[in-house]
């Protein structure tokens, strides 16, 4: 069985980790932020795109 690349030794289940709310902040800050940018890109894209529809 040790060839077997499902088989791992040792194998435990991993405990989770505690978040701290500090770390809990900078994570929903990182996640608006990018969903903040992903807005603004998408309203830029879609105004090339009916650029483009015009031009065509």
Known sequence: M????FYK???TPNKPEKL??????EN???????VENFL???K????YIKLY???R
């Open 9 to 11: 030794r040792g194998n």
């Open 28 to 34: 929903t800050l990182a996640s608006l932020n990018e």
């Open 44 to 47: 830029h894209f879609m105004k």
């Open 20 to 25: 701290s709310f500090k770390k809990r902040k």
């Open 40 to 42: 603004f890109n998408y």
């Open 53 to 55: 529809k015009f031009f």
């Open 2 to 5: 040790e060839n077997n690349l």
